[in-house]
Each structure stands twice: as C-alpha cells, then as structure tokens.
C-alpha cells in the first residue's frame, strides 16, 4: 500500500533550526511536496522536490532521497508564526496526492 | 501564485437539508480540481476528483449520492452535500493544479459545516 509517515508534533525554540522528516512509500514517485497548514486554515505551498538532493529557499529548505524514500523540511531562524502543521505528499505514478498526517510544529519562546 | 476562492468559510445547517460549497479559480482554467475532506488533527482526504465537462472519480467509500460534485465549467467546481447530518461535520477544502500534473495546487480557503 501507499504510506506517508511524518512525526506527529514537534517542539522547537524561536530563533533556533528544526528538521521536519518525511518518509515515504508509493506506488511509482513523482515528486515530493511540503505544505504548511495553520490551524483551520487551508494548506500553502512550500516546496517540490523531484530530483535528489537539497533545494534552499529562503529560512525553509526541502531535501529529497530518491533511494531511500526520504525527505525532509528544514526551517532556520525559526519565529513564533512558523507554529503550524507541515504536511508532507507524495505524488504518486498516476498523479495522485498522497498526503501524510502532518507534523504539529510548536514554537516556544 | 495562481488563486483559488472558495464559498462560503463556514456554514452551519440544520441535520436533513443540503449545502452547497463553491470552488473558483480566479485567474487561470483549471481542467481538474480536487474536494477534500479533513477532520481535526487529521490529514487530509481525498473524496473526489473533479474534471471540467464530465463525471466526478469519487474516492473509495465516498458516497456519490450524498456528496455531489458539478463541475460545468473550467473556473467553477461545486460540492453539495445532500441531506446532512452532524457526522459529515468537517472542514471541506478543494484544491486545483495549474499546467502540469507535476506542478503545485493551489488550495481554497477551506469551508467549515457544522451540521446541527
């Protein structure tokens, strides 16, 4: 079957880095997605990754391993409106999102 | 980035009747858009697909009949959820892609129903 697993709730501190990960299992792969989502709020686009390796943008960068089913989002000089839930998709063979359950993102000051 | 508007935010209806929840694309075409369904903590589900001319693909144990999706035109998908009752109380969000299958979707700002 299809499987996405992220953490469900992580704890980091303002100012600090956090690595959200992602792995995944599909039924063919192209490309990965990370969503942010605040609470009751739709999600917004943060990243794509289909080729392995690191894309930067800004303060959040996405990695990608095409071999090991893995990927994960890193947020630097993290701020208090950072708190929200990552949702990490796999796009599978037939152009299907398949979504994790997300990973609630605390911020403490 | 491309903009999809969604109607109305939040609804509250009385068990028995219908809603229906509309889903724009503002500024481009979108042949294919998406209806989810996602209750609290939860991620997201996928209940049906939606392309511009013809049938909705519902997603397995997704009730046609109950939850049905109209989809007449290239900027404007509809989901009405027929004869309500408090268990289909969730936050419904479409979503549309622009150009390629590969490429990002933009998502509505969600609709709340609570059905009363």
């Known amino acids: 079957g299809q499987n996405i697993d992220q953490p469900t709730e992580m704890t980091a501190t303002e100012g600090a880095i956090v690595q959200i990960n992602c792995t995944y299992q599909t039924s063919g792969f192209n490309g990965l997605f990370w969503y942010q989502q605040h609470a009751g709020e739709a999600p917004t686009f943060l990243s794509y990754n289909v080729l392995d390796g690191l894309e930067e943008k800004g303060r959040f960068s996405s990695f990608l391993s095409r071999s090991k089913g893995y990927s994960y989002l890193l947020l630097k000089e993290l701020q208090m409106k950072d708190s929200a839930s990552y949702l990490c998709a796999a796009l599978d063979s037939n152009y299907q999102l398949i979504w994790g359950a997300g990973t609630k993102l605390i911020i403490k000051p | 980035g491309a903009v999809v508007s969604q109607h109305p935010s939040w609804v509250i209806c009385k068990s028995g009747t219908s809603v229906k929840i509309e889903c724009r694309s503002l500024d481009f075409q979108a042949t294919t858009m998406f209806w989810y369904r996602q209750f609290p903590k939860q991620s997201l589900m996928l209940m049906a697909t939606s392309n511009e001319g013809s049938k909705a693909t519902y997603e397995q144990g997704v009730e046609k009949d109950k939850f049905l999706i109209n989809h007449a035109s290239l900027t404007l998908s509809t989901l009405t959820v027929t004869s309500a009752h408090p268990e289909d109380s969730s936050f419904y969000i479409c979503?549309?892609?622009?150009?390629?299958?590969?490429?990002?979707?933009?998502f509505g700002q969600g609709t709340r129903l609570t059905v009363v």
């Open positions: 979503s549309a892609r622009v150009g390629d299958k590969n490429t990002e979707a933009f």
